[in-house]
Protein backbone atom coordinates (compact mmCIF):
# COMPACT_ATOMS: atom_id res chain seq x y z
CA UNK A 1 0.00 0.00 0.00
CA UNK A 2 1.09 4.11 -1.03
CA UNK A 3 2.12 5.40 2.49
CA UNK A 4 0.70 9.06 2.90
CA UNK A 5 4.66 10.53 2.15
CA UNK A 6 4.78 8.79 -1.63
CA UNK A 7 3.37 10.01 -4.68
CA UNK A 8 2.73 8.64 -7.98
CA UNK A 9 4.26 8.97 -10.60
CA UNK A 10 2.35 11.11 -12.63
CA UNK A 11 1.66 13.61 -9.64
CA UNK A 12 5.69 14.16 -9.62
CA UNK A 13 5.64 14.34 -13.30
CA UNK A 14 3.05 17.33 -13.29
CA UNK A 15 4.76 19.20 -10.77
CA UNK A 16 7.94 19.06 -12.81
CA UNK A 17 6.35 19.71 -16.06
CA UNK A 18 5.35 22.91 -14.35
CA UNK A 19 8.49 23.60 -12.42
CA UNK A 20 10.08 23.58 -15.76
CA UNK A 21 7.63 25.71 -17.96
CA UNK A 22 7.72 28.71 -15.67
CA UNK A 23 11.96 29.27 -15.87
CA UNK A 24 11.78 27.97 -19.37
CA UNK A 25 9.46 30.46 -21.02
CA UNK A 26 11.05 33.46 -19.04
CA UNK A 27 14.43 32.40 -19.80
CA UNK A 28 15.18 30.22 -23.02
CA UNK A 29 13.71 32.29 -25.73
CA UNK A 30 15.34 35.09 -25.24
CA UNK A 31 19.24 34.33 -23.05
CA UNK A 32 19.49 31.43 -25.80
CA UNK A 33 18.78 33.90 -28.98
CA UNK A 34 21.27 36.49 -27.59
CA UNK A 35 24.16 33.75 -27.05
CA UNK A 36 23.45 31.61 -29.61
CA UNK A 37 21.19 32.95 -32.20
CA UNK A 38 19.31 31.61 -34.87
CA UNK A 39 20.77 28.46 -33.91
CA UNK A 40 19.78 28.19 -30.09
CA UNK A 41 17.04 25.80 -30.50
CA UNK A 42 20.30 23.42 -31.09
CA UNK A 43 20.71 24.34 -27.94
CA UNK A 44 18.49 21.27 -26.34
CA UNK A 45 20.50 18.62 -28.72
CA UNK A 46 23.80 19.76 -26.66
CA UNK A 47 21.86 19.66 -23.28
CA UNK A 48 20.22 16.50 -23.64
CA UNK A 49 23.08 13.63 -23.12
CA UNK A 50 24.49 15.80 -19.92
CA UNK A 51 21.09 15.95 -18.69
CA UNK A 52 20.19 12.25 -19.26
CA UNK A 53 23.39 11.94 -16.86
CA UNK A 54 22.45 13.88 -14.52
CA UNK A 55 19.40 12.21 -14.09
CA UNK A 56 21.10 9.09 -13.77
CA UNK A 57 23.21 10.74 -10.95
CA UNK A 58 19.93 11.61 -9.57
CA UNK A 59 18.34 8.59 -9.71
CA UNK A 60 21.49 7.13 -8.12
CA UNK A 61 21.63 9.68 -5.31
CA UNK A 62 17.65 9.75 -4.13
CA UNK A 63 18.20 6.06 -3.59
CA UNK A 64 19.63 6.89 -0.64
CA UNK A 65 16.69 8.14 1.13
CA UNK A 66 14.47 6.26 3.45
CA UNK A 67 11.04 5.68 2.86
CA UNK A 68 9.42 9.58 3.04
CA UNK A 69 12.36 11.22 3.03
CA UNK A 70 13.53 14.29 1.06
CA UNK A 71 17.06 14.69 0.43
CA UNK A 72 17.13 16.60 3.04
CA UNK A 73 17.49 14.05 5.84
CA UNK A 74 20.39 12.17 3.45
CA UNK A 75 22.24 15.41 3.37
CA UNK A 76 22.50 15.34 7.29
CA UNK A 77 23.45 11.60 7.49
CA UNK A 78 26.00 11.55 5.05
CA UNK A 79 27.79 15.29 6.36
CA UNK A 80 26.75 14.81 9.91
CA UNK A 81 24.85 16.91 12.40
CA UNK A 82 26.76 20.16 12.35
CA UNK A 83 28.19 20.56 8.30
CA UNK A 84 24.83 18.84 7.75
CA UNK A 85 22.78 21.48 8.98
CA UNK A 86 25.23 24.29 7.55
CA UNK A 87 24.57 22.92 4.51
CA UNK A 88 20.73 22.16 4.66
CA UNK A 89 20.01 26.10 5.68
CA UNK A 90 22.39 27.42 2.67
CA UNK A 91 20.15 25.49 0.39
CA UNK A 92 16.64 26.59 2.15
CA UNK A 93 17.66 29.91 2.26
CA UNK A 94 18.66 29.39 -1.29
CA UNK A 95 15.90 28.21 -2.27
CA UNK A 96 13.24 31.24 -1.00
CA UNK A 97 15.34 33.84 -2.99
CA UNK A 98 14.92 31.79 -6.08
CA UNK A 99 11.01 31.65 -4.89
CA UNK A 100 11.36 34.92 -4.27
CA UNK A 101 12.30 36.05 -7.30
CA UNK A 102 10.24 33.85 -9.30
CA UNK A 103 7.71 35.82 -7.42
CA UNK A 104 9.37 39.10 -8.73
CA UNK A 105 9.40 37.75 -12.22
CA UNK A 106 6.16 36.89 -12.19
CA UNK A 107 4.66 39.89 -11.10
CA UNK A 108 6.83 41.50 -13.82
CA UNK A 109 5.35 39.27 -16.32
CA UNK A 110 2.00 40.09 -15.35
CA UNK A 111 2.70 43.79 -15.51
CA UNK A 112 4.43 44.02 -18.45
CA UNK A 113 1.93 42.07 -20.54
CA UNK A 114 -1.56 42.49 -18.69
CA UNK A 115 -1.67 45.31 -16.22
CA UNK A 116 0.95 47.94 -17.47
CA UNK A 117 -0.29 50.63 -14.83
CA UNK A 118 0.12 48.15 -12.07
CA UNK A 119 2.85 47.87 -9.35
CA UNK A 120 4.41 44.57 -8.43
CA UNK A 121 3.42 44.85 -4.54
CA UNK A 122 0.32 43.54 -5.74
CA UNK A 123 1.50 40.27 -7.63
CA UNK A 124 3.62 38.99 -4.99
CA UNK A 125 2.00 39.58 -1.70
CA UNK A 126 -1.13 37.64 -3.04
CA UNK A 127 1.11 34.62 -4.53
CA UNK A 128 2.89 34.45 -1.56
CA UNK A 129 -0.29 34.23 0.55
CA UNK A 130 -1.09 31.41 -1.75
CA UNK A 131 2.39 30.05 -1.81
CA UNK A 132 2.19 29.95 1.82
CA UNK A 133 -1.77 28.34 1.96
CA UNK A 134 -0.51 25.27 -0.12
CA UNK A 135 2.86 24.90 2.18
CA UNK A 136 1.16 25.09 5.56
CA UNK A 137 -0.72 21.72 4.15
CA UNK A 138 0.52 18.42 2.59
CA UNK A 139 2.98 18.15 0.13
CA UNK A 140 0.54 15.57 -1.51
CA UNK A 141 -2.17 18.87 -2.45
CA UNK A 142 0.76 20.33 -3.99
CA UNK A 143 1.44 17.27 -6.17
CA UNK A 144 -2.41 16.92 -6.28
CA UNK A 145 -2.99 20.68 -7.88
CA UNK A 146 -0.04 20.16 -10.00
CA UNK A 147 -1.66 17.11 -11.47
CA UNK A 148 -4.82 19.33 -12.19
CA UNK A 149 -3.39 21.93 -13.09
CA UNK A 150 -0.09 20.92 -15.60
CA UNK A 151 -3.18 19.36 -18.51
CA UNK A 152 -4.39 23.14 -18.88
CA UNK A 153 -1.02 24.38 -18.95
CA UNK A 154 -0.29 22.74 -21.87
CA UNK A 155 -3.77 22.37 -23.42
CA UNK A 156 -3.20 26.46 -24.49
CA UNK A 157 0.52 25.90 -25.04
CA UNK A 158 0.64 23.66 -27.93
CA UNK A 159 -2.45 25.49 -29.77
CA UNK A 160 0.07 28.59 -29.26
CA UNK A 161 2.36 26.50 -30.54
CA UNK A 162 0.43 25.14 -33.70
CA UNK A 163 -1.00 28.16 -34.58
CA UNK A 164 2.05 29.94 -34.41
CA UNK A 165 3.93 27.65 -36.46
CA UNK A 166 2.77 28.57 -39.41
CA UNK A 167 3.72 32.61 -39.00
CA UNK A 168 7.45 31.24 -38.60
CA UNK A 169 9.72 32.00 -41.61
CA UNK A 170 12.45 30.07 -42.77
CA UNK A 171 14.68 32.80 -43.50
CA UNK A 172 14.75 33.57 -39.81
CA UNK A 173 15.78 29.91 -39.06
CA UNK A 174 18.12 29.15 -41.97
CA UNK A 175 20.81 28.66 -43.36
CA UNK A 176 23.12 26.94 -40.34
CA UNK A 177 26.64 26.73 -41.17
CA UNK A 178 28.67 23.90 -39.21
CA UNK A 179 29.78 26.87 -37.08
CA UNK A 180 26.39 28.08 -35.90
CA UNK A 181 25.35 24.66 -34.95
CA UNK A 182 28.87 24.21 -32.67
CA UNK A 183 28.31 27.63 -31.67
CA UNK A 184 24.59 26.97 -30.53
CA UNK A 185 26.44 25.03 -27.72
CA UNK A 186 26.87 28.45 -25.77
CA UNK A 187 23.13 28.34 -25.38
CA UNK A 188 22.96 24.27 -23.71
CA UNK A 189 23.84 25.96 -20.03
CA UNK A 190 20.78 28.21 -20.33
CA UNK A 191 18.85 25.11 -21.11
CA UNK A 192 20.59 22.57 -18.45
CA UNK A 193 19.51 25.48 -15.89
CA UNK A 194 15.68 25.64 -16.51
CA UNK A 195 15.38 20.96 -16.55
CA UNK A 196 17.64 20.63 -14.31
CA UNK A 197 15.85 22.30 -11.44
CA UNK A 198 12.54 20.78 -11.93
CA UNK A 199 14.42 17.58 -11.19
CA UNK A 200 16.18 18.95 -8.36
CA UNK A 201 13.33 20.66 -6.49
CA UNK A 202 11.31 17.09 -6.40
CA UNK A 203 14.22 15.18 -4.88
CA UNK A 204 13.72 17.44 -1.80
CA UNK A 205 10.17 16.59 -1.37
CA UNK A 206 9.41 13.55 0.94
CA UNK A 207 8.96 10.86 -0.93
CA UNK A 208 11.79 9.17 -0.44
CA UNK A 209 13.13 5.31 -1.80
CA UNK A 210 9.22 5.10 -2.85
CA UNK A 211 9.45 7.61 -5.67
CA UNK A 212 12.67 7.34 -7.00
CA UNK A 213 11.75 3.28 -7.51
CA UNK A 214 8.34 5.13 -9.16
CA UNK A 215 9.74 7.59 -11.43
CA UNK A 216 12.53 5.19 -12.60
CA UNK A 217 15.03 6.38 -15.23
CA UNK A 218 13.34 5.51 -18.07
CA UNK A 219 10.30 7.96 -17.09
CA UNK A 220 12.20 10.52 -16.05
CA UNK A 221 14.55 10.14 -19.57
CA UNK A 222 11.09 10.17 -21.47
CA UNK A 223 9.75 13.27 -19.34
CA UNK A 224 13.18 15.42 -20.29
CA UNK A 225 13.02 14.26 -23.73
CA UNK A 226 9.36 15.54 -23.76
CA UNK A 227 10.34 18.40 -22.03
CA UNK A 228 13.56 19.28 -24.47
CA UNK A 229 11.31 18.81 -27.47
CA UNK A 230 8.24 21.02 -26.25
CA UNK A 231 11.59 23.58 -25.41
CA UNK A 232 12.83 23.44 -28.93
CA UNK A 233 9.49 23.80 -30.62
CA UNK A 234 8.67 27.03 -28.37
CA UNK A 235 12.25 28.37 -29.64
CA UNK A 236 11.67 27.28 -33.05
CA UNK A 237 8.18 29.35 -33.34
CA UNK A 238 9.65 32.27 -31.35
CA UNK A 239 13.13 32.61 -33.56
CA UNK A 240 11.05 31.85 -36.87
CA UNK A 241 8.65 34.30 -35.96
CA UNK A 242 10.97 37.18 -34.70
CA UNK A 243 14.15 36.15 -35.59
CA UNK A 244 17.71 36.03 -33.72
CA UNK A 245 18.32 39.41 -32.94
CA UNK A 246 14.62 40.74 -32.11
CA UNK A 247 14.11 37.54 -29.64
CA UNK A 248 17.40 38.61 -27.91
CA UNK A 249 15.22 42.19 -27.13
CA UNK A 250 12.24 41.21 -25.98
CA UNK A 251 11.54 40.31 -22.24
CA UNK A 252 8.64 38.27 -22.85
CA UNK A 253 9.20 36.61 -26.71
CA UNK A 254 6.96 34.03 -26.02
CA UNK A 255 4.10 36.15 -24.20
CA UNK A 256 4.56 38.89 -27.58
CA UNK A 257 4.22 35.53 -29.75
CA UNK A 258 1.12 35.08 -28.18
CA UNK A 259 -0.14 38.51 -28.20
CA UNK A 260 0.66 38.88 -31.80
CA UNK A 261 -1.85 35.36 -32.59
CA UNK A 262 -5.05 35.88 -34.08
CA UNK A 263 -7.17 32.80 -34.23
CA UNK A 264 -9.26 31.75 -37.13
CA UNK A 265 -9.14 35.44 -38.45
CA UNK A 266 -11.79 36.29 -35.44
CA UNK A 267 -9.91 36.08 -32.02
CA UNK A 268 -7.14 39.01 -31.11
CA UNK A 269 -5.33 39.22 -28.19
CA UNK A 270 -5.30 36.26 -26.18
CA UNK A 271 -2.06 36.81 -24.18
CA UNK A 272 -4.22 37.54 -20.82
CA UNK A 273 -5.31 34.69 -20.96
CA UNK A 274 -1.95 32.55 -21.40
CA UNK A 275 -0.20 35.17 -19.09
CA UNK A 276 -3.09 34.41 -16.56
CA UNK A 277 -2.74 30.36 -17.14
CA UNK A 278 1.07 31.23 -15.86
CA UNK A 279 0.12 31.82 -12.47
CA UNK A 280 -0.59 28.18 -12.47
CA UNK A 281 3.20 27.34 -13.09
CA UNK A 282 4.17 30.42 -10.19
CA UNK A 283 1.99 29.07 -7.63
CA UNK A 284 3.23 25.50 -7.90
CA UNK A 285 6.92 26.87 -7.78
CA UNK A 286 6.65 29.11 -5.09
CA UNK A 287 4.80 26.37 -2.90
CA UNK A 288 7.43 23.87 -3.76
CA UNK A 289 10.13 26.53 -2.88
CA UNK A 290 8.48 26.95 0.29
CA UNK A 291 7.28 23.87 0.98
CA UNK A 292 11.29 22.51 0.62
CA UNK A 293 12.89 25.15 2.40
CA UNK A 294 10.71 24.59 5.20
CA UNK A 295 11.34 20.80 5.54
CA UNK A 296 15.02 21.21 5.21
CA UNK A 297 14.95 24.09 8.34
CA UNK A 298 12.74 21.95 10.17
CA UNK A 299 15.23 19.19 9.73
CA UNK A 300 17.94 21.27 10.90
CA UNK A 301 15.95 21.85 14.17
CA UNK A 302 15.41 18.15 14.38
CA UNK A 303 11.62 18.37 14.12
CA UNK A 304 9.37 15.88 12.14
CA UNK A 305 9.59 17.39 8.96
CA UNK A 306 6.34 15.68 6.94
CA UNK A 307 2.89 16.84 7.31
CA UNK A 308 0.70 14.98 9.41
CA UNK A 309 -2.76 16.87 9.38
CA UNK A 310 -1.81 19.85 11.19
CA UNK A 311 -3.91 22.92 11.19
CA UNK A 312 -2.59 26.02 9.44
CA UNK A 313 -3.07 27.76 12.24
CA UNK A 314 -1.20 25.28 14.26
CA UNK A 315 2.68 26.33 14.98
CA UNK A 316 4.25 23.30 16.73
CA UNK A 317 6.47 20.93 15.77
CA UNK A 318 8.90 24.29 13.94
CA UNK A 319 5.76 24.68 12.15
CA UNK A 320 6.00 28.75 12.27
CA UNK A 321 9.01 28.48 10.68
CA UNK A 322 6.63 28.06 7.28
CA UNK A 323 5.12 32.11 7.88
CA UNK A 324 8.82 32.88 8.08
CA UNK A 325 9.76 31.41 4.90
CA UNK A 326 6.87 33.11 3.17
CA UNK A 327 7.79 36.41 4.86
CA UNK A 328 11.51 35.91 3.20
CA UNK A 329 10.54 34.70 0.49
CA UNK A 330 8.40 37.81 -0.09
CA UNK A 331 10.86 40.21 1.05
CA UNK A 332 13.13 39.15 -1.11
CA UNK A 333 10.64 39.58 -4.04
CA UNK A 334 10.31 43.20 -3.33
CA UNK A 335 14.05 44.41 -2.59
CA UNK A 336 15.95 42.20 -4.92
CA UNK A 337 15.26 43.64 -8.41
CA UNK A 338 13.94 47.33 -7.90
CA UNK A 339 14.61 48.29 -11.69
CA UNK A 340 14.42 46.37 -15.19
CA UNK A 341 18.40 46.27 -15.54
CA UNK A 342 18.57 44.59 -12.19
CA UNK A 343 16.26 42.01 -12.57
CA UNK A 344 17.81 40.98 -15.72
CA UNK A 345 20.90 40.67 -13.80
CA UNK A 346 19.05 38.39 -11.66
CA UNK A 347 17.40 36.55 -14.24
CA UNK A 348 20.12 36.08 -17.04
CA UNK A 349 23.14 35.76 -14.84
CA UNK A 350 22.74 34.95 -10.91
CA UNK A 351 20.01 32.71 -10.49
CA UNK A 352 21.26 30.72 -13.57
CA UNK A 353 24.84 30.57 -12.22
CA UNK A 354 23.78 29.76 -8.66
CA UNK A 355 21.45 27.17 -9.60
CA UNK A 356 24.10 25.36 -12.05
CA UNK A 357 26.25 25.63 -8.67
CA UNK A 358 24.09 24.24 -6.80
CA UNK A 359 22.82 20.92 -9.29
CA UNK A 360 26.61 20.46 -11.17
CA UNK A 361 28.68 21.45 -7.82
CA UNK A 362 26.98 21.10 -4.27
CA UNK A 363 24.99 17.68 -4.68
CA UNK A 364 27.61 15.70 -6.06
CA UNK A 365 29.99 16.73 -3.67
CA UNK A 366 27.25 15.69 -1.72
CA UNK A 367 27.61 12.11 -3.11
CA UNK A 368 30.57 11.93 -2.70
CA UNK A 369 30.84 12.68 0.66
CA UNK A 370 27.83 10.13 1.28
CA UNK A 371 29.92 7.34 -0.55
CA UNK A 372 32.90 7.47 0.99
CA UNK A 373 30.45 7.73 4.30
CA UNK A 374 28.16 4.37 2.99
CA UNK A 375 25.06 6.74 3.66
CA UNK A 376 24.05 6.23 -0.29
CA UNK B 1 4.06 43.73 -33.71
CA UNK B 2 2.09 43.04 -36.65
CA UNK B 3 0.56 45.93 -37.41
CA UNK B 4 2.26 47.92 -40.48
CA UNK B 5 3.59 50.85 -39.46
CA UNK B 6 4.03 53.86 -42.14
CA UNK B 7 5.41 57.12 -42.18
CA UNK B 8 4.21 60.39 -43.89
CA UNK B 9 6.36 61.86 -46.50
CA UNK B 10 5.97 65.56 -46.79
CA UNK B 11 4.18 66.84 -44.10
CA UNK B 12 3.28 65.13 -40.66
CA UNK B 13 1.30 62.66 -38.95
CA UNK B 14 -1.11 64.66 -36.96
CA UNK B 15 -1.85 66.96 -40.05
CA UNK B 16 -2.40 63.75 -42.34
CA UNK B 17 -4.49 61.92 -39.72
CA UNK B 18 -6.35 65.08 -38.64
CA UNK B 19 -7.12 66.26 -42.49
CA UNK B 20 -7.64 63.38 -44.34
CA UNK B 21 -11.21 61.46 -44.63
CA UNK B 22 -14.41 62.77 -44.48
CA UNK B 23 -18.04 62.21 -42.45
CA UNK B 24 -18.07 58.87 -43.26
CA UNK B 25 -14.63 57.70 -43.44
CA UNK B 26 -11.87 58.19 -41.16
CA UNK B 27 -8.04 57.76 -40.76
CA UNK B 28 -8.50 54.35 -39.49
CA UNK B 29 -10.77 53.31 -42.55
CA UNK B 30 -8.10 55.00 -44.78
CA UNK B 31 -5.45 52.75 -43.36
CA UNK B 32 -7.33 49.51 -43.14
CA UNK B 33 -7.86 50.17 -47.00
CA UNK B 34 -4.50 50.94 -47.32
CA UNK B 35 -3.37 47.63 -45.57
CA UNK B 36 -5.77 45.86 -47.83
CA UNK B 37 -4.42 47.57 -51.07
CA UNK B 38 -0.90 46.85 -50.16
CA UNK B 39 -1.35 42.81 -49.88
CA UNK B 40 -0.42 41.48 -52.92
CA UNK B 41 1.00 44.62 -54.58
CA UNK B 42 4.30 44.74 -56.30
CA UNK B 43 4.72 48.63 -55.60
CA UNK B 44 4.03 48.66 -51.93
CA UNK B 45 4.51 46.64 -48.71
CA UNK B 46 3.21 47.58 -45.57
CA UNK B 47 5.93 46.51 -43.21
CA UNK B 48 4.96 45.64 -39.63
CA UNK B 49 6.47 46.93 -36.73
CA UNK B 50 8.15 43.66 -36.16
CA UNK B 51 9.60 43.59 -40.24
CA UNK B 52 10.65 46.98 -39.45
CA UNK B 53 12.50 46.24 -36.33
CA UNK B 54 13.99 43.09 -37.00
CA UNK B 55 15.41 44.58 -40.30
CA UNK B 56 17.01 47.48 -38.27
CA UNK B 57 18.33 44.81 -35.83
CA UNK B 58 19.82 42.74 -38.75
CA UNK B 59 21.42 45.14 -40.82
CA UNK B 60 20.81 48.50 -39.34
CA UNK B 61 18.59 49.94 -41.79
CA UNK B 62 14.73 49.46 -43.07
CA UNK B 63 11.77 50.07 -45.53
CA UNK B 64 8.62 51.56 -44.25
CA UNK B 65 6.15 52.20 -46.08
CA UNK B 66 5.35 56.07 -46.69
CA UNK B 67 2.24 58.20 -47.15
CA UNK B 68 1.33 61.73 -48.35
CA UNK B 69 -1.58 63.64 -47.76
CA UNK B 70 -3.50 64.22 -51.63
CA UNK B 71 -6.78 65.31 -52.80
CA UNK B 72 -9.36 62.36 -52.66
CA UNK B 73 -10.75 61.35 -55.77
CA UNK B 74 -14.37 60.79 -53.75
CA UNK B 75 -17.14 62.85 -53.76
CA UNK B 76 -16.77 63.94 -50.41
CA UNK B 77 -15.94 67.38 -51.83
CA UNK B 78 -13.51 69.53 -53.01
CA UNK B 79 -11.30 70.04 -50.50
CA UNK B 80 -11.64 66.46 -48.92
CA UNK B 81 -8.11 64.81 -48.83
CA UNK B 82 -6.78 61.18 -48.41
CA UNK B 83 -3.63 59.27 -47.54
CA UNK B 84 -1.75 57.94 -50.27
CA UNK B 85 0.87 55.68 -51.14
CA UNK B 86 4.09 57.24 -51.58
CA UNK B 87 7.18 54.41 -51.89
CA UNK B 88 9.12 53.65 -49.17
CA UNK B 89 10.95 55.69 -46.72
CA UNK B 90 14.75 54.12 -46.10
CA UNK B 91 15.74 54.55 -42.47
CA UNK B 92 19.24 53.76 -41.13
CA UNK B 93 20.57 53.72 -37.53
CA UNK B 94 17.25 54.62 -36.44
CA UNK B 95 17.74 57.45 -38.87
CA UNK B 96 15.42 58.76 -42.31
CA UNK B 97 18.10 59.19 -44.34
CA UNK B 98 16.15 59.34 -47.99
CA UNK B 99 12.66 58.12 -50.08
CA UNK B 100 12.08 55.56 -52.78
CA UNK B 101 9.19 56.61 -55.08
CA UNK B 102 6.39 54.53 -56.22
CA UNK B 103 8.31 53.57 -59.20
CA UNK B 104 11.51 52.14 -57.96
CA UNK B 105 9.38 50.72 -55.17
CA UNK B 106 8.66 48.12 -58.04
CA UNK B 107 12.46 47.30 -57.59
CA UNK B 108 12.30 46.87 -53.72
CA UNK B 109 9.26 44.30 -54.41
CA UNK B 110 11.66 42.39 -56.47
CA UNK B 111 15.05 42.40 -54.53
CA UNK B 112 12.71 41.76 -50.97
CA UNK B 113 10.78 38.92 -52.86
CA UNK B 114 7.19 41.05 -52.60
CA UNK B 115 6.27 40.80 -56.05
CA UNK B 116 2.71 41.43 -56.83
CA UNK B 117 0.46 43.17 -58.91
CA UNK B 118 1.72 46.30 -60.22
CA UNK B 119 1.81 48.76 -63.39
CA UNK B 120 4.52 50.26 -65.27
CA UNK B 121 4.79 52.29 -68.24
CA UNK B 122 7.15 51.33 -71.22
CA UNK B 123 8.03 53.65 -73.75
CA UNK B 124 9.25 52.20 -77.46
CA UNK B 125 11.72 54.40 -79.67
CA UNK B 126 9.03 55.42 -81.68
CA UNK B 127 7.41 57.77 -78.94
CA UNK B 128 4.35 55.24 -78.05
CA UNK B 129 3.42 54.05 -75.07
CA UNK B 130 2.24 51.02 -73.44
CA UNK B 131 0.65 50.39 -69.90
CA UNK B 132 1.83 47.17 -68.57
CA UNK B 133 0.07 45.50 -65.56
CA UNK B 134 2.88 43.07 -64.16
CA UNK B 135 0.84 39.98 -62.54
CA UNK B 136 3.51 38.55 -60.81
CA UNK B 137 7.38 37.69 -60.66
CA UNK B 138 10.26 35.98 -58.72
CA UNK B 139 13.95 37.12 -57.97
CA UNK B 140 17.01 34.96 -58.24
CA UNK B 141 19.65 37.16 -55.76
CA UNK B 142 23.55 35.01 -56.60
CA UNK B 143 26.33 36.13 -55.24
CA UNK B 144 29.70 35.99 -57.10
CA UNK B 145 32.75 34.82 -54.99
CA UNK B 146 36.23 35.44 -55.85
CA UNK B 147 38.97 32.24 -55.53
CA UNK B 148 40.40 34.16 -52.38
CA UNK B 149 36.67 34.39 -50.62
CA UNK B 150 35.77 37.63 -51.70
CA UNK B 151 32.28 38.62 -52.67
CA UNK B 152 32.89 40.58 -55.70
CA UNK B 153 29.22 40.65 -57.51
CA UNK B 154 25.99 40.16 -57.57
CA UNK B 155 24.16 38.65 -60.11
CA UNK B 156 20.15 39.33 -60.16
CA UNK B 157 17.62 37.14 -62.36
CA UNK B 158 14.26 38.16 -62.28
CA UNK B 159 11.20 36.89 -63.75
CA UNK B 160 8.20 38.91 -64.91
CA UNK B 161 4.31 37.37 -66.15
CA UNK B 162 2.50 40.67 -67.45
CA UNK B 163 0.34 41.77 -69.44
CA UNK B 164 -0.93 44.98 -71.63
CA UNK B 165 -3.75 46.72 -70.43
CA UNK B 166 -2.73 50.07 -72.58
CA UNK B 167 -1.44 50.92 -76.17
CA UNK B 168 -0.81 54.17 -77.29
CA UNK B 169 0.92 55.32 -80.76
CA UNK B 170 -0.31 52.90 -83.04
CA UNK B 171 1.28 49.63 -81.58
CA UNK B 172 -0.68 45.92 -82.03
CA UNK B 173 -0.38 43.47 -80.25
CA UNK B 174 -1.06 41.18 -82.80
CA UNK B 175 2.04 41.91 -84.38
CA UNK B 176 4.61 39.53 -83.27
CA UNK B 177 8.02 42.24 -83.76
CA UNK B 178 5.75 44.59 -81.77
CA UNK B 179 5.39 42.63 -78.85
CA UNK B 180 8.64 40.87 -79.15
CA UNK B 181 9.93 44.88 -78.90
CA UNK B 182 7.45 45.51 -75.81
CA UNK B 183 8.97 42.44 -73.88
CA UNK B 184 12.27 43.91 -74.29
CA UNK B 185 11.33 47.28 -73.41
CA UNK B 186 9.40 45.80 -70.44
CA UNK B 187 12.89 44.18 -69.17
CA UNK B 188 14.96 47.02 -69.87
CA UNK B 189 12.14 49.15 -67.76
CA UNK B 190 12.32 46.15 -64.61
CA UNK B 191 16.04 45.97 -65.14
CA UNK B 192 16.43 50.01 -64.60
CA UNK B 193 13.99 49.61 -61.59
CA UNK B 194 16.63 46.96 -59.67
CA UNK B 195 19.66 48.74 -60.27
CA UNK B 196 18.29 52.06 -59.44
CA UNK B 197 17.38 50.29 -55.98
CA UNK B 198 21.24 48.48 -56.10
CA UNK B 199 22.63 51.99 -56.97
CA UNK B 200 21.06 53.75 -54.08
CA UNK B 201 21.50 50.73 -51.73
CA UNK B 202 25.39 51.15 -52.45
CA UNK B 203 25.45 55.20 -52.51
CA UNK B 204 23.70 54.91 -48.99
CA UNK B 205 26.01 51.95 -47.87
CA UNK B 206 22.59 50.42 -46.22
CA UNK B 207 21.05 47.32 -47.19
CA UNK B 208 17.80 48.16 -46.58
CA UNK B 209 16.39 45.62 -49.50
CA UNK B 210 18.12 42.32 -47.61
CA UNK B 211 20.97 41.78 -49.97
CA UNK B 212 22.79 40.19 -46.92
CA UNK B 213 20.25 37.66 -46.51
CA UNK B 214 20.11 36.34 -49.73
CA UNK B 215 23.62 36.27 -50.18
CA UNK B 216 24.10 34.22 -47.07
CA UNK B 217 21.13 31.87 -47.69
CA UNK B 218 22.73 31.21 -51.02
CA UNK B 219 26.46 30.40 -49.77
CA UNK B 220 25.92 30.36 -46.22
CA UNK B 221 29.69 29.18 -45.46
CA UNK B 222 31.15 31.87 -47.61
CA UNK B 223 29.24 34.26 -45.91
CA UNK B 224 30.23 33.60 -42.77
CA UNK B 225 33.65 34.57 -43.53
CA UNK B 226 33.22 37.79 -44.87
CA UNK B 227 35.09 40.77 -42.87
CA UNK B 228 32.50 43.31 -43.30
CA UNK B 229 29.26 43.69 -43.43
CA UNK B 230 28.00 43.32 -46.87
CA UNK B 231 26.40 47.18 -47.39
CA UNK B 232 29.77 48.42 -46.30
CA UNK B 233 31.05 46.09 -49.79
CA UNK B 234 27.79 47.16 -51.83
CA UNK B 235 29.72 49.97 -53.67
CA UNK B 236 32.58 47.94 -54.56
CA UNK B 237 30.39 44.91 -56.04
CA UNK B 238 29.54 44.42 -59.92
CA UNK B 239 26.00 43.99 -60.28
CA UNK B 240 24.52 42.44 -63.09
CA UNK B 241 20.99 42.60 -63.63
CA UNK B 242 19.29 40.01 -66.01
CA UNK B 243 14.78 40.23 -66.47
CA UNK B 244 13.13 37.71 -68.27
CA UNK B 245 9.63 38.80 -69.18
CA UNK B 246 6.46 36.97 -70.87
CA UNK B 247 4.03 39.54 -72.08
CA UNK B 248 0.48 38.74 -73.15
CA UNK B 249 -2.04 41.24 -73.43
CA UNK B 250 -5.60 41.36 -71.30
CA UNK B 251 -8.95 41.12 -72.83
CA UNK B 252 -9.70 44.60 -71.10
CA UNK B 253 -7.08 46.39 -73.64
CA UNK B 254 -7.79 50.07 -74.88
CA UNK B 255 -6.34 52.08 -76.76
CA UNK B 256 -5.03 49.45 -79.91
CA UNK B 257 -5.95 46.29 -81.49
CA UNK B 258 -6.20 43.47 -79.95
Not at chain 1, 174 to 200: K, Q, W
Not at chain 1, 304 to 310: L, N
Not at chain 2, 124 to 134: C, K
Request: charged content about 20%; glycine content about 10%.
Amino acid sequence: MRGDFSYRRTQLTAVCTLLFLSPALRLVPGRSAELAGRGAWLSVLWALPLLLLYALFLRRLGEGRQDGEGLGELILRCLGRRAGTFLLTVLALWFLIYGGFMLRAGAERMISTVYPDASPPVFIVVMAALGLIAALGSERSILRCAKLMAPVVLAVVLPVLIFSSADAESGNLLPLTAYEVLFSMRAAPVTLDVAVLPMVLSLFLGGGRAQAEDSGFLRTALWLLEMLLLLAWIELCILGTFGAELTARLSHPFFTLVRNLVLFESIERPEALVVSLWVFSDFILISVCLSVSQRLLRCCMGKRCGYAGEKPSDLNNGRWIIYLCALFAALVALICAPDQLTLRFWSEKLIPTANLLVAFVLLPLIFIVGKTENAV
Amino acid sequence: MDLPVYIVREGEAAALMKESGGEDRGISEILRGIGDYLHGRGDGHGFTVREVESSLLKRDSALVCALKLSPSSEEDGEEAKTAEIDGYAVLKGGKLLTYLDREQAIGVGFLTGNTGVCSVTVRDPRGGSAEVRISSGSCQILPVWAEDGNLTGLQIRAQVLADVTELHGGGSMSSSVYVRQLTGLLEETVAEKINAVLRLSAELRADFAGLSEAVERATPEKYAKLTAPLEEILPTLETQVSVSAVLSHGNDLKGGTA
